[in-house]
């Protein structure tokens, strides 16, 4: 399984040896860790989002430097860990996920209004990648995505990056 942060990401930012075993036991901790904080899987994401590899940067030097801060998480770091924690959780609530149709159509999505840019969708269920083509780029109808591919979709799950119209 991947982590947030590749091996010579990690012992970039730490300057240790990519083989430095408590860096290694470190980073499935911070992903578990990042991953419970937002409820969403950055490690599944392709690319991963770069605030998320910030926050992984952030939270394993911290725990790397003081293994007594190891599961204390934002309750015991400054405050520019929570700062891209927040950030992170609000990406983490424009992620959404639904299942594709046999055809054109549109999908319900809850939380999405007309207007809305869809940033990326990629497969994660039955098919993987890059599936952007086959959706509508900017939310026309609200709580809806239109798929716009002919192919059938069914049974195949999607992941969209959502970006609010207000956040443009």
Not at 43 to 68: G, Q
Not at 120 to 143: K, P
């Given at each position: 399984?991947?982590n ?10 730490l300057?240790c040896?990519t ?11 911070v992903?578990?860790?990042?991953k ?7 490690t ?13 940067r ?11 801060m190891?599961?204390?998480g934002i309750t ?5 860990l ?13 992620y959404?996920t639904f299942?594709?149709?046999s ?18 969708v ?14 509508e780029?900017?939310?026309s109808e609200?709580s ?7 192919s ?17």
């Amino acid at each position: 399984m991947a982590n947030i942060l590749t091996t010579a990401e990690a012992a970039a930012v730490l300057r240790c040896l990519t083989t430095d075993p408590d860096m290694l036991a470190l980073l499935p901790l911070v992903d578990s860790y990042i991953k419970n904080a937002t409820g969403h899987d950055w490690t599944a994401d392709s690319p991963i989002e770069p605030t998320a590899k910030n926050y992984a940067r952030l939270l394993l030097t911290r725990w790397h430097e003081s293994p007594a801060m190891l599961g204390q998480g934002i309750t015991a770091i400054e405050a520019g860990l929570r700062d891209v924690s927040i950030q992170l959780d609000v990406l983490a609530m424009r992620y959404k996920t639904f299942e594709g149709l046999s055809g054109t159509g549109y999908i319900q999505i809850d939380g999405v209004s007309a207007g809305d840019t869809v940033s990326s969708v990629t497969g994660v269920q039955g098919v993987s990648g890059d599936q952007a083509a086959s959706f509508e780029t900017v939310i026309s109808e609200d709580s809806y995505i239109l798929q716009v591919a002919t192919s059938d979709l069914s049974s195949k799950w999607f992941k969209a990056l959502i970006t609010p119209l207000e956040a443009l």
